[in-house]
Nanobody, 123 residues
């Protein structure tokens, strides 16, 4: 099982951008499809985006299509989430996670999780 650590969260104004990074340790990182999830205050954790093992295929929740971009660099053991045109409702703790299946949108299909990074979007 890989170990995942997110970074890049913070406070941003509505309409602004943030880039989240997830750094992995473990020799099998490049074989795992990866996903980003988020948990807003008082809500369940929800799927945001997924990427296959090579980075050639991606999938997004409808609410973030056109605004968020998931990418990976297997040589650097990283997966990123570029978030543009942020909205206050995007405020949440964002998590990266590893799975064995692409596309997986259910959190139960992910076997390794980072600790989360806080994203706060002000109006």
């Amino acid at each position: 099982q890989v170990q995942l650590v997110e970074s890049g969260g913070g406070l941003v104004q509505a309409g602004g951008s943030l880039r989240l990074s997830c750094t992995a340790t473990g020799r099998t990182f490049s074989t795992h499809p990866m996903g980003w999830f988020r948990r807003a205050p008082g809500k369940e954790r929800e799927f945001v985006a997924a990427i296959n093992w090579s980075g050639g295929s991606t999938y997004y929740a409808g609410s973030v299509k056109g605004r968020f971009t998931i990418s990976r660099d297997n040589a650097k053991n990283t997966v990123c989430l570029q978030m543009n045109s942020l909205k206050p409702e995007n405020t949440a703790v964002y998590y990266c996670a590893a799975t064995y299946t692409f596309v997986a949108t259910n959190e139960n299909d992910y076997h390794a999780w980072g600790q989360g990074t806080q994203v706060t979007v002000s109006s």
